[in-house]
């Protein structure tokens, strides 16, 4: 078992940022890949990016491309996901996931209980 714990979120104003963090717990040595998700009020899940376990390999989506940042900190159990330039269209609850390298939370064993985002001015 491993255990997801998201934190950083908040009210933050247009083209602001913010750093959000995600804590793992449990079964840490295993190789898992870490991804980031996201899910505003009326709408479905929506990938926003992946870490692979080396942290050697990123994917971040289209609408999230030169302003958000995936990186890992394998001797903290943490990986972050900063995001700059912020956009009220980023306002969602965040979550983050454990398991294979995959652009749908379908590929995905382990979920945070997610961290609310709100970019408003």
């Known amino acids: 078992q491993v255990q997801l714990l998201e934190s950083g979120g908040g009210l933050v104003q247009p083209g602001g940022s913010l750093r959000l963090s995600c804590a793992a717990s449990?079964?840490?040595?295993?190789?898992?890949?870490v991804g980031w998700f996201r899910q505003a009020p009326g709408k479905e899940r929506e990938f926003v990016g992946v870490?692979?376990?080396?942290?050697?390999?990123?994917i971040v989506a289209d609408s999230v491309k030169g302003r958000f940042t995936i990186s890992r900190d394998n001797a903290k159990n943490t990986v972050y996901l900063q995001m700059d330039s912020l956009k009220s269209e980023d306002t969602a609850v965040y979550y983050c996931?454990?398991?294979?390298?995959?652009?749908?939370?379908?590929?995905?064993?382990?979920w945070g209980q997610g961290t609310q985002v709100t970019v408003s001015s």
């Open positions: 449990g079964r840490t040595g295993s190789n898992y890949a």
């Open positions: 870490i692979t376990w080396s942290g050697g390999g990123t």
């Open positions: 996931a454990a398991g294979k390298v995959s652009l749908v939370s379908s590929g995905y064993e382990y």
